[in-house]
């Protein structure tokens, strides 16, 4: 499904006029469309005959759909009063079909505006916010910020058009002086930062609305969100007759002998990711403590020196001979970035075999934000998979530069290091170095805990054995599965209680749920 920035929807408005379809088209198709939910919503024309609507129209084009849709409400037998919450522009074209209708219409911005409004809403079964929607540019102020909050105070249901006023449609930031809805009607496209933000209290329950944009237009948007019909068709083949070479391996490099649990973690999740092999390299010294803990997997210690470090050219070596026959690497778990690591790190990395694909993570995220250039120092294709923390590290900013626009910095980095990003976070963004931009739908403060991101590393690596041409599609596809096993746990344990490792356990379940009840 894709999600429009407010730039892509006014640019595709444009496209609409030049296919023949005009803005007056829209903006009827729009009311029309915004009218026809609010009535099949209560049930019948019936049960929509005398219900009190109040509609707060705001200065742009959200007004103006406030207006049609309230002109048919109207016609079908609601007590319709349009309050004007800003000046509008004259002549206002929606405003007058909409008062022959029977519409009465009434200014919120005299002094005594808000006092009527008050009054109005105690008699009011449902209000319409159609004050602002893509439009919206500043804080919301006086005497807007009163109306609004006249109406949250007065608990009557709000349904919001396209967007509840105050909430962005490109970043989700919510303007407190805002007006939450129950249900919010989105036009045409859903727009991607509510997607972005993850907070569902603002938005309600939300339903995409056709509003007759001609096909063909979605090309010009540059963000889909992962549905589950999507990863479904993500998810790699599995012939019954085939065997462990079939399903690829993997390599997983990690570990130290500070980080134990982290390699174990990862090799845990690729274990269930359907991968064939499972294969770990880990320094000595944690080989002695974790070897074998993951009992599918196969493990090799790595040259260590006596204090417990990494022997860099030796375990280089070893880690290039475990990979050679591999079709997936990952680097980092709980590897460690000191002298050693780093300097494993480049040695391994630059003497791989240049087609095979890696899975970069954590510390080899580190140990990388520290390399000048790094990107231009080995060719293999590789997905990364930074937290804001370690982002802002890659690229040399704040994390809270990261944090305020994170959908361009993910493709800004994607593009830079010609490789694939994985952004984690509330609503995890993956990235392509050719521009492709993908969404998860999770949200799930469970997952902000040490070890979440081991275990997707290690699925990922799971899944890119699988199919490692495909290191953005499997990218997207893990974190889906891993956010579902999440949501899974969720329910089970609650987002407190809930741990990396109970995500492990359901990290089978999307495929179960899916392709196998199919099957059966
Ligand atoms: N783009 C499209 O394809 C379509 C858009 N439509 C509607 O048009 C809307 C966008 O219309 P507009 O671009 O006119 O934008 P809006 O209707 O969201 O409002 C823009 C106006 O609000 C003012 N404004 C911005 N922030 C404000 C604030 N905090 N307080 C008070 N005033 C503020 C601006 O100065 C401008 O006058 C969509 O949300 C949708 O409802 C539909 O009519 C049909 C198709
Ligand atoms: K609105």
């Avoid at 959200?62 to 409400?73: E, T």
């Avoid at 174990?264 to 294969?279: H, N, V």
């Avoid at 204090?307 to 001979?321: C, K, Q, Y």
């Amino acid at each position: 499904m894709k999600l429009v920035t407010a730039a892509e929807m006014q640019a595709i408005e444009e496209s609409s006029v030049e296919a023949g379809v005009s803005l007056d088209d829209l903006m009827e198709n729009a009311g029309l469309a915004v009218a026809e939910a609010i009535r099949d919503d209560l049930g019948t024309h019936a049960e929509l005959f005398g219900k009190r609507i109040v509609i707060l129209i705001g200065p742009g084009n959200n007004g103006a759909d406030g207006f049609v849709a309230g002109r048919h409400l109207s016609n079908w037998g609601a007590k319709v009063t349009a309050v004007l919450c800003a000046n509008r522009k004259t002549p206002d074209l929606k405003r007058d079909p909409a008062e022959q209708a029977g519409v009465t219409v009434e200014d919120g911005l005299t002094d005594s505006g808000t006092q009527l409004l008050q009054q109005r809403l105690a008699t009011t079964d449902l209000v319409i916010d159609a004050v602002l929607g893509t439009g919206a540019s500043r804080p919301i102020a006086e005497p807007l910020s009163s109306l609004l909050f006249t109406v949250l105070e007065s608990a009557v249901p709000v349904v919001a058009l396209d967007l509840p006023t105050g909430l962005n449609s490109d970043t989700g930031e919510y303007d407190v002086a805002g007006l939450p809805a129950e249900t919010t009607l989105v036009l045409g496209y859903p727009k991607i930062g509510p997607a972005l933000s993850g907070d569902f209290t603002v938005t309600g329950e939300s339903s995409v609305l056709d509003i007759g944009i001609p096909d063909g237009l979605d090309s010009q948007i540059t963000a889909t969100l992962i549905t589950a019909d999507d990863a479904t068709e993500l998810l790699p083949e599995r012939p019954i007759d085939g065997h462990k070479g079939t399903f690829g391996s993997t390599l997983i490099v990690g570990g130290s002998k500070d980080y134990l649990g982290a390699v174990t973690m990862a090799t845990d999740a690729a274990t269930r990711s359907g991968a064939g092999l499972t294969f770990v390299a880990t320094p000595k010294s944690a080989y002695d403590r974790i070897g074998g803990l993951v009992p599918e997997a196969m493990y090799r210690p790595l040259e260590s020196h006596a204090n417990g470090d990494l022997s860099p050219t030796e375990a280089a070596l070893t880690a290039i001979e475990m990979a050679s026959r591999r079709t997936s690497i990952v680097v980092g778990p709980g590897l460690g970035s000191n002298s050693s690591a780093t300097e494993f790190v480049s040695t391994l990395l630059s003497q791989l075999q240049p087609d095979q694909p890696v899975v970069l993570d954590a510390d080899a995220l580190n140990i990388l934000a520290k390399t000048y250039r790094w990107w231009e120092r080995f060719e293999n294709p590789a997905v990364l998979t930074p937290h804001p923390g370690e982002m802002s590290r890659l690229l040399g900013i704040s994390t809270e530069q990261v944090q305020l626009n994170r959908l361009a910095i993910a493709l800004e980095a994607a593009e830079k290091f010609n490789r694939v990003v994985v952004l984690k976070g509330a609503a995890t963004l993956i990235a392509s170095p050719d521009g492709r931009l993908n969404v998860s739908p999770w949200v799930n403060s469970g997952l902000a805990k040490g070890g979440s991101g081991d275990v997707l590393a290690g699925l990922l690596g799971g899944l890119v054995a699988q199919q490692p041409e495909d290191l953005f599609e499997m990218a997207s596809l893990a974190v889906f599965i891993h956010g579902y096993a999440a949501d899974s746990a969720r329910s089970e344990f609650g987002e407190t209680g809930m741990r990396p490792t109970d995500v492990i356990s359901r990290l089978g379940s999307f495929y179960r749920d899916t392709v196998q009840v199919d099957r059966q």
